[in-house]
C-alpha cells in the first residue's frame, strides 16, 4: 500500500492533456535543426508576439528576485478600461486554463455534474474530473455546440455549463442569438463558462456581446487568454470576467502569485498594441482562405473555422500525422477529441501554410 493508493479513484483515472509536439523533441528525433521545423500544432501566433508586449517583458526581467504584484493590479486596471468592466469582476490566471479550473473549483465536488459539448476543448473533461464531478456530454451538431441540447441535459446536480466559442479542435461558431437564447433557458443557479479564447479573430458581426450579459446573467463567466492572438503563450496569462461574487470566489482559491510578473507586464503592454491584433486577424483570415483553397485543390473536407486552426479530414490521420512530422511539420490529431479522421491545423504564415500544402499532398499521393 502506497499513499497513491489511496488518492481518489477520480484523480487516479486522470488522463493528462494531450499537448502539440514541442519542436526541440521533433528536431531531436530527426537530427533536423529548429530553424527547419514548423509547428502548427497548438494554435500559437505565427507573428510571434507584439514588439511592445516583448519590450515590457525585458523590462519586468529586471525585477524578477521580487514577488509580482499578486492582485495584478496594473493588468486589472488595463483590462477594466479596455473592456469597460469593473475590476472586481476581474479574475487573472496562469493561462484562461487556470480559470477555467478555477471556475470548476468552486463549483464542482463529488455528487455534482458539469455539461460540455462533444468535441469540446479537452481541459473541460479535465477540470470536471479533477473536482470528482460527473461529465455530462452532449452530442454535437455538425461538429459544434448543440446548445438546445445542452439546455436540456442541465441535471437537478449540475453546477456548470462549458462553451467553447469558437470551439477548439473544431473551429465551429454559435451565433450571438442562440447562444444568448441559451444563456436565458439556463436556471440562474447554474454558472455558464464561456471561452472565447480566439475572440480577437472574429469579425465584428460574429461577436456574442458577452461582456454587456454579465450584468443580465450573473451566472456567466466570460473567459479569454493572451496565448492565442497575442502571442504570448508560453508566459502564461489569462483571465476571466464574472459576477462579482463569483470572482471572488475564483480569487480566494487562485495561488497568491499565479502570474508571474513578467507575463503580467507583457500582458498589460499586448493589450495596448492594438495595431498588432489586427495585423494577426488580417494574416489568419488570408491563411484560412489559402487553407481552405488548399484543401479543395487535394480533394479534402474541412470544418470551416471561425478560429486560427482548421480541422481538416485526412482519413488515417495518424499515419498523415506520422509522414508530416518526418516532413518536419508538427500538426495535431485530434482522434482523443472523438475525431480519428481528422487533423488540427494551426494557420502560420503564408508561406507556412504553403509548406503545409505541398507536404500534405505529397504524403498523400
Ligand atoms: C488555447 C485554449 C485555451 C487556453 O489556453 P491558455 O493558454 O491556458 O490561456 C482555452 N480555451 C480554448 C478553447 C483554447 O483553445
Known amino acids: 500500500m502506497s499513499p497513491a493508493d489511496n488518492a481518489p479513484a477520480h484523480v487516479r483515472a486522470l488522463a493528462p492533456y494531450q499537448p502539440g509536439k514541442p519542436i526541440s523533441e521533433l528536431a ?11 509547428k502548427l500544432a497548438s494554435n500559437e501566433n505565427p507573428l510571434g508576439a507584439s514588439p511592445k ?16 504584484d499578486g492582485s495584478g493590479h496594473a493588468l486589472k486596471q488595463a483590462l477594466a478600461r479596455r473592456l469597460g468592466v469593473d475590476p472586481c469582476r476581474i479574475v487573472l490566471g496562469n493561462g484562461s486554463n487556470d480559470v477555467l479550473e478555477l471556475a470548476a473549483r468552486v463549483l464542482l465536488t463529488p455528487g455534482t455534474s458539469a455539461v ?5 476543448f479537452a481541459v473541460y473533461p479535465l477540470a470536471t474530473q479533477a473536482c470528482g464531478a460527473r461529465g455530462i456530454e452532449v452530442p454535437a451538431q455538425d461538429y459544434g455546440h448543440d446548445l438546445t441540447a445542452m439546455a436540456a441535459a442541465i441535471a437537478p446536480d449540475t453546477r456548470l455549463v462549458f462553451i467553447a466559442n ?14 444568448y437564447a441559451f444563456l436565458r433557458r439556463v436556471p440562474p443557479s447554474v454558472a455558464v463558462v464561456l471561452d472565447e479564447a480566439y475572440v480577437e479573430y472574429l469579425d465584428p458581426d460574429e461577436r456574442a456581446p458577452s461582456l454587456d450579459w454579465l450584468t443580465e446573467f450573473p451566472n456567466l463567466v466570460v473567459t479569454r487568454t493572451f496565448s492565442k492572438a497575442y502571442g504570448l503563450a508560453g508566459l502564461r496569462v489569462g483571465y476571466a470576467l464574472a459576477s462579482p461574487e463569483m470572482a471572488d470566489l475564483m480569487n480566494r482559491l487562485r495561488q497568491p502569485f499565479n502570474v508571474n510578473g513578467v507575463a503580467l507586464a507583457a500582458a498589460a503592454a499586448a493589450l495596448e498594441d492594438e495595431d498588432f491584433i489586427a495585423l494577426s ?15 479543395r485543390r487535394l480533394g479534402l473536407d474541412f470544418i470551416p473555422s471561425a478560429g486560427n486552426f482548421v480541422c481538416v479530414r485526412v482519413g488515417q490521420a495518424q499515419r498523415i500525422f506520422q509522414a508530416l ?41
Open 166 to 179: 469558437p470551439n477548439n479542435p473544431t473551429g465551429t461558431l454559435a451565433a450571438p442569438e442562440a447562444l
Open 53 to 68: 508586449a516583448l519590450a515590457a517583458a525585458q523590462r519586468a526581467l529586471a525585477e524578477v528576485a521580487l514577488y509580482p
Open 325 to 365: 512530422l518526418h516532413k518536419g511539420l508538427i500538426v495535431r490529431p485530434v482522434a482523443n477529441y472523438g475525431l480519428p479522421e481528422h487533423l488540427r491545423i494551426t494557420v502560420g504564415t503564408e508561406a507556412q501554410n504553403a509548406r503545409l500544402l505541398t507536404a500534405l499532398a505529397e504524403v498523400l499521393a
Open 28 to 38: 531531436r528525433e530527426l537530427g533536423m535543426p529548429e530553424h527547419a521545423i514548423v
Open 116 to 120: 460540455y459539448a462533444q468535441h469540446a
Open 281 to 295: 486577424k488580417r494574416v489568419n483570415d488570408a491563411g484560412l482562405r489559402q487553407l481552405a483553397e488548399g484543401f
